[in-house]
Nanobody, 115 residues
Framework: QVQLVESGGGLVQPGGSLRLSCAASGSIVSSYIMGWFRQAPGKQRESVATISSGGSVTNYADSVKGRFTISRDNAKNMVYLQMNSLKSEDTAVYYC????????WGQGTQVTVSS
């Protein structure tokens, strides 16, 4: 049983920044490729960033490339998403999870970008 708890979301103005955190318990996630996903109302969940098990390889959706940075601290079983230059289009519930073969989804954390 793996529990994923996302935190760090909130209301931010366009151009602002947020740092999201994902805490995983019940499993050692250092062996897995992890990612951040987001879902806006009426839209499909989409992948925004992934990170290799060791943290050396990252990939980003074109829409966030250059603005978001994914990182991980395997010793703490944590995955992070630094979000800079936020746009209204980034408004969504953000989730972390293992890529391809998901753990149970957490509740996510709401990010709202609005003036």
């Amino acid at each position: 049983q793996v529990q994923l708890v996302e935190s760090g979301g909130g209301l931010v103005q366009p151009g602002g920044s947020l740092r999201l955190s994902c805490a995983a318990s019940g499993s050692i996630v250092s062996s897995y490729i992890m990612g951040w996903f987001r879902q806006a109302p009426g839209k499909q969940r989409e992948s925004v960033a992934t990170i290799s098990s060791g943290g050396s390889v990252t990939n980003y959706a074109d829409s966030v490339k250059g603005r978001f940075t994914i990182s991980r601290d395997n010793a703490k079983n944590m995955v992070y998403l630094q979000m800079n230059s936020l746009k209204s289009e980034d408004t969504a519930v953000y989730y972390c999870n293992r890529v391809s073969l998901s753990f149970k989804w957490g509740q996510g954390t709401q990010v709202t970008v609005s003036s």
